[in-house]
């Protein structure tokens, strides 16, 4: 038993001094850091610009920033700030007048040197992802004076699934011609980058292909130069200004292959008539349209035109007292319902009696103009023998 006893005293010696630890330490047992550096920059898109002041907000507690621009700087100095590990979402939300936000960049920036380059590209997402991985944001805006120029940027949109390959040309107010292509079944076209005066700015026409109609134009704010068509809103012309939009062609393709709709009615601008009835022949077949006493306006149900959808169309009034006056054709993205020729805006009828409509799909409205115009009988003067 003698020899525990030495082992006993030789462990009791190495503890006192210090040899033997009981409970070593790891390196990475440090925990983790609960905050990381962000550096925001403004970035200049031209150096031709008065500078100004920049501001917004950060989240996840980080509050407002500001950024002063120097006039004719490429970009500010950076603004250093703590943010949380967290997803932070940063927001610029003001601007002098005549800038626009044309997007963010977000770099990330383990070792603290990462600049505002000019490679980097620029857009709409503005969310720092979460960890402790610092970060650099560059926002970068644009200056357009009164007199300068601005981009327009066009596009075509459709909600027809299944089309052909077509190019739509678009003629400005400018004088420029665009040629914007929508590829085959896609609902969306590629955007065209155009440089524009600050002026207002309208649309002069519009050529589509074969079997295409444009049902409207929309206008979309677009300052960051990332906005994408919307239907439904408002149409040009652009207004004067630096700020930029979107200009989207809406169009709906109609395929040869499908039969044609045709709505006929007429219109009469007399007031107290006995009413009347009107003949119209379609493809050889007649049809009536019977117009009741005072009223302003009949139609007839939908006429089915079969492929490739040409016809001829004549009309005339059956009934005494009645005139054709002319017509109006109006294509599918003039067509108003449910009450389609009186809704019409009130243009001049085209004279005739007679309408030829070209191969196609695309429906039509034709609207017969009539007037009551019934004969009076005039009774000459007698003269009569002096007294």
Same mark, same amino acid.
């Given at each position: 038993?003698?020899?525990?006893?030495?082992?006993?005293?030789?462990?009791?010696?190495? $503890?006192?001094?210090? !040899?033997?630890? /009981?409970?070593?330490?790891?390196?990475?047992?440090?925990?983790?850091?609960?905050?990381?550096?962000?550096?925001?920059?403004? /970035?200049?898109?031209?150096?031709?610009?008065?500078?100004?002041?920049?501001?917004?907000? @950060?989240?996840? #507690?980080?509050?407002?920033?500001?950024?002063?621009?120097?006039?004719?700087?490429?970009?500010?100095?950076?603004?250093?700030?703590?943010?949380?590990? /967290?997803?932070? #979402?940063?927001?610029?939300?003001?601007?002098?007048?005549?800038?626009?936000?044309?997007?963010?960049?977000?770099?990330?920036?383990?070792?603290?040197?990462? %600049?505002?380059?000019?490679?980097?590209?620029? #857009?709409?997402?503005? !969310?720092?992802?979460?960890?402790?991985?610092?970060?650099?944001? $560059?926002?970068?805006?644009?200056?357009? &004076?009164?007199?300068?120029?601005?981009?327009?940027?066009?596009?075509?949109?459709?909600?027809?699934?299944?089309?052909?390959?077509?190019?739509?040309?678009?003629?400005? &107010?400018?004088?420029?011609?665009?040629?914007?292509?929508?590829?085959?079944?896609?609902?969306?076209?590629?955007?065209?980058?155009?440089?524009?005066?600050?002026?207002?700015?309208?649309?002069?026409?519009?050529?589509?292909?074969?079997?295409?109609?444009?049902?409207?134009?929309?206008?979309?704010?677009?300052?960051?130069?990332?906005?994408?068509?919307?239907?439904?809103?408002?149409?040009?012309?652009?207004?004067?200004?630096?700020?930029?939009?979107?200009?989207?062609?809406?169009?709906?393709?109609?395929?040869?292959?499908?039969?044609?709709?045709? !709505?006929?009615?007429?219109?009469?601008?007399?007031?107290?008539?006995?009413?009347?009835?009107?003949?119209?022949?379609?493809?050889?077949?007649?049809?009536?349209?019977?117009?009741?006493?005072?009223?302003?306006?009949?139609?007839?149900?939908? %006429?089915?035109?079969?492929?490739?959808?040409?016809? &001829? @169309?004549?009309?005339?009034?059956?009934?005494?007292?009645?005139?054709?006056?002319?017509?109006?054709?109006?294509?599918?993205?003039?067509?108003?319902?449910?009450?389609? $020729?009186?809704?019409?805006?009130?243009?001049?009828?085209?004279?005739?009696?007679?309408? /030829?409509?070209?191969?196609?799909?695309?429906?039509?409205?034709?609207?017969?103009?009539?007037?009551?115009?019934?004969?009076?009988?005039?009774?000459?003067?007698?003269?009569?023998?002096?007294?």
């Amino acid at each position: 038993m003698g020899w525990c006893r030495v082992v006993v005293l030789l462990l009791a010696v190495l $503890c006192l001094e210090g !040899i033997v630890s /009981v409970a070593p330490r790891h390196a990475d047992s440090a925990p983790a850091p609960e905050t990381r550096q962000l550096k925001v920059v403004k /970035v200049a898109a031209s150096p031709d610009h008065p500078g100004g002041t920049f501001g917004g907000s @950060i989240g996840s #507690g980080v509050g407002s920033f500001s950024l002063q621009l120097a006039p004719g700087a490429s970009r500010s100095n950076p603004l250093v700030k703590t943010m949380p590990t /967290v997803t932070v #979402g940063i927001a610029e939300s003001t601007w002098p007048a005549g800038w626009s936000n044309q997007g963010y960049a977000l770099v990330p920036d383990p070792s603290g040197v990462a %600049v505002c380059g000019d490679g980097l590209s620029y #857009g709409a997402a503005n !969310i720092i992802p979460a960890g402790s991985t610092p970060y650099l944001v $560059c926002i970068k805006n644009g200056y357009a &004076s009164s007199t300068g120029s601005r981009i327009l940027r066009l596009g075509v949109t459709t909600l027809t699934p299944i089309h052909p390959v077509a190019d739509f040309g678009v003629t400005l &107010s400018t004088g420029q011609q665009i040629t914007v292509r929508l590829q085959k079944d896609q609902s969306s076209s590629s955007v065209i980058e155009v440089l524009v005066p600050a002026s207002s700015v309208g649309v002069a026409n519009i050529s589509t292909p074969v079997n295409w109609w444009v049902t409207r134009q929309s206008l979309v704010d677009d300052p960051t130069g990332q906005a994408t068509c919307l239907r439904g809103t408002k149409g040009p012309p652009v207004p004067a200004g630096p700020d930029r939009y979107l200009l989207c062609v809406e169009a709906v393709y109609y395929s040869p292959d499908l039969p044609r709709g045709l !709505i006929v009615g007429v219109i009469t601008s007399s007031v107290g008539h006995p009413g009347g009835t009107f003949e119209v022949e379609v493809l050889g077949s007649l049809r009536t349209i019977s117009l009741t006493p005072g009223s302003a306006t009949r139609v007839l149900p939908v %006429v089915t035109i079969p492929p490739p959808g040409s016809a &001829s @169309i004549s009309f005339r009034a059956t009934s005494p007292g009645w005139h054709i006056i002319g017509y109006g054709l109006w294509g599918p993205g003039g067509i108003p319902l449910p009450d389609p $020729c009186a809704a019409l805006p009130p243009v001049s009828p085209s004279p005739g009696n007679k309408v /030829v409509l070209g191969e196609g799909s695309s429906p039509f409205l034709l609207c017969i103009h009539v007037a009551y115009l019934p004969k009076r009988v005039i009774v000459p003067a007698v003269a009569r023998a002096g007294p």
